[in-house]
């Protein structure tokens, strides 16, 4: 389980830092939407509201974020 925290910490990193290209930031966002935990979840939201990523990028947390909840997971 911590492993799995470990990944999500590193993905949620990679997704809100605006030195890397949006390329990298879109797949870390996907992949994060692909977990489709409760904390992944959080995550994604917590991606959403981030001001400072693109407009694409943060409605592409919210789709995913959607999905997660619902599936039920």
């Known amino acids: ?15 809100s830092d605006l030195e890397l290209p949006s390329t990298l930031r879109i797949k870390a966002i996907e992949l994060l939407g692909n977990v489709g935990t409760h904390e992944a979840l959080c995550a994604l939201l917590e991606l959403a509201a981030n001001e400072g990523l693109i407009a694409e990028e943060r409605d592409l947390a919210l789709k995913y974020a959607r999905e997660v909840i619902m599936s039920g997971r």
């Open 1 to 15: 389980m911590t492993e799995l925290s470990d990944e999500l910490k590193k993905l949620t990193a990679i997704a």
